[in-house]
């Protein structure tokens, strides 16, 4: 069954310090490559996507995202957390097919310390 | 234009009570969909609709009914309200580009 991996389910950066937020998908023939992020009490808002071209991606915020075929990865970047990113961030993955095809990962809580 | 819209943001039923949740968008998406997001569990698609008049089940049906007479609108019903269905309902549009646009929620708490 396809599925969409996000190994951490919590991480805790300080301010300023980079952020990687891991994300790997099973196979699919269109990679279609989502990352969204979820303040507490509100929906989700899209950060940045990838459908093919340049495997480096820049979204909204400051956030970036390589996509890396061969480790069936999409991480998520960002050279320095503000406090303001604290959230939770899901990674969203299309598999193609009929329109139901797409899956989300569980997601990763972001806390950041001053 | 003002997205997706949901309505009510807060419900507390009772179980085996009905009630509809109401999702809308003006975007002239023909993709619309309900998840439901429980802690640990991500985002699960109840249903989704393809353009008027076509529905499909997601990955987590049983207990909820949709139907898609407009663009505009798809609502979500639960005929009979269980406490497993206390959970937070995100309704979403998709649009060409496949991104998707999220409603603010629905907490709904089934006693």
């Known amino acids: 069954a396809q599925s969409v991996t996000q190994p951490d389910i919590h991480i805790t950066v300080s301010e300023g310090a980079s952020l990687e937020l891991r994300c790997n998908y099973s196979?699919?023939?269109?990679?279609?490559l989502f990352w969204y992020v979820q303040s507490p009490g509100q929906g989700l808002q899209l950060l940045l996507k990838y459908f093919s071209g340049d495997t480096l991606v820049q979204g909204i915020k400051g956030f970036e995202a390589e996509f890396k075929r061969s480790q069936s990865s999409f991480n998520l970047r960002k050279p320095s957390v503000h406090w303001s990113d604290a959230a939770e961030y899901f990674c969203?993955?299309?598999?193609?097919?009929?329109?139901?095809?797409?899956?989300f990962g569980k997601g990763t809580k972001l806390s950041v310390k001053p | 234009n003002a997205g997706v819209t949901q309505t009510p943001k807060f419900q507390v039923l009772k179980t085996g009570q009905s009630m509809t949740l109401q999702c809308a968008q003006d975007m002239n998406h023909e993709y619309m969909s309900w998840y439901r997001q429980d802690p640990g569990m991500g985002l699960r698609l109840i249903h989704y609709?393809?353009?008027?008049?076509?529905?499909d089940q997601g990955e987590v049906p049983n207990g909820y009914n949709v139907s898609r007479s407009t663009t505009e609108d798809f609502p979500l019903r639960l005929l009979s309200a269980a406490p497993s269905q206390t959970s937070v309902y995100f309704c979403?549009?998709?649009?060409?580009?496949?991104?998707?646009?999220f409603g603010p929620g629905t907490r709904l708490t089934v006693l």
């Open positions: 196979y699919g023939a269109t990679p279609y």
């Open positions: 969203r993955h299309d598999y193609g097919g009929s329109q139901g095809n797409l899956i």
């Open positions: 609709s393809v353009g008027a008049g076509i529905t």
């Open positions: 979403a549009s998709r649009g060409q580009l496949n991104e998707q646009f």
